[in-house]
């Protein structure tokens, strides 16, 4: 899962994406647990999202592109107003079409991450291997058990520099 030549592919996928300021302000967005950040959520549902797609031989790299882009919304949502459930994946559209030129299969994948709890059915598989590697990130965070993954040791990319062997 973690070796280097994954991780290498995976970074070649993203390191423009990680390379944006806006996407690194994503580290100051706290996520599902006080000790996960926006930014390591993403990388983890991008990088198994990654992984699957590349097993199945489905679209790998926008798997990884969407995934990693799909809670680009900036905001804290606990004190933000409004129905962030549903609307989080249309604010994280519009900023990554302002950042990034996107495929359909990345735009799908970042407005229907949320399925079921968005009413629109994903257009493509690699839509639902993000959103279903969302939900199981999710449940690793609030279970702690990303950290026994060892999660942010493996995918801390900071911008412009390569991935570490382990």
Request: proline fraction near 4%; charged fraction near 20%; hydrophobic fraction near 45%.
């Amino acid at each position: 899962m973690w070796n280097l030549e994954n991780r290498a592919a995976f970074r070649a996928c993203v390191a423009d994406l990680l390379n944006n300021p806006e996407v690194q302000k994503m580290r100051e967005v706290r996520q599902h647990v006080q000790d996960a950040n926006c930014l390591q959520h993403c990388l983890f549902v991008a990088y198994l999202s990654f992984l699957f797609c590349r097993k199945f031989h489905l679209d790998a790299a926008s798997a990884a592109r969407g995934g990693l882009l799909h809670d680009l919304y900036l905001y804290d949502w606990r004190t933000h107003e409004g129905h962030h459930m549903t609307m989080h994946p249309i604010t994280a559209l519009v900023n990554a079409t302002q950042l990034f030129t996107l495929n359909d299969k990345e735009k799908d994948i970042i407005v229907k991450h949320m399925w079921p709890l968005t009413p629109a059915l994903p257009k493509y598989a690699e839509s639902f291997v993000v959103s279903t590697a969302d939900k199981l990130c999710a449940l690793a965070e609030i279970f702690h058990i990303y950290r026994w993954l060892r999660v942010g040791e493996h995918l801390d990319f900071q911008p412009n520099k390569p991935a570490k062997a382990l």
